[in-house]
């Protein structure tokens, strides 16, 4: 997660990052949290379908179990790379960990089972909250969805800011027909 432990909204963003067709929604989510750093907490949770995506799902857990501000430079350089490239492949992910320094540390701790089972912990939550199409952004637990993503998203964390965390805590919890995510 990036940004404050106490925050007034949450953007969830579940899906991968190793395709310009998975691009919009990582770079939407992204975007606003960097409009509204001191009051939005973006939190990735992986979702990888390919063997390819998740071996760099993997390397991104490892990254992100050694030190969390390499994985975001990490996470923020892919956004980058990913418009001029239609698919990521590992090496070009590797390359950009080298960049940053210390790969050799991260390369020898690849396939330790801390990283292991944040990337099944990841999928787990994906499959409890039946997400079967990804990426999706969840803001504080609701999906969002429109075109483009980036004004729905901004619609509905203004809608969150103005609600207040008293008026959050009284209201009950709305019964969400995830559903549609599966279509």
Known sequence: SRGPRIATVTLVLAGRLDSYRTYSAPRAANELWQRHPDSV????????????????ALLLAQVALLDQGRFWRLFDSMLE???RRFFLRYSDVENL???EGGYSLIESGLRTPAAEARL?????????????????VLVNGLPVRGAPLAEALESAIESERQRG???????????????????
Not at 169 to 183: E, Q, S, V
């Open 165 to 183: 965390l008293l008026q959050r805590l009284r209201t009950p919890i709305p019964r969400i027909d995830y559903g549609w995510l599966a279509r």
């Open 41 to 56: 907490r973006l939190t990735f949770v992986q979702a990888p379908r390919s063997d390819t995506s998740q071996r760099i």
């Open 81 to 83: 790379l990913l418009p």
């Open 120 to 136: 099944r912990q990841d999928l787990e939550q994906v499959r409890r909250l039946g997400i079967e199409n990804s990426p999706v």
């Open 97 to 99: 960990v080298r960049r």
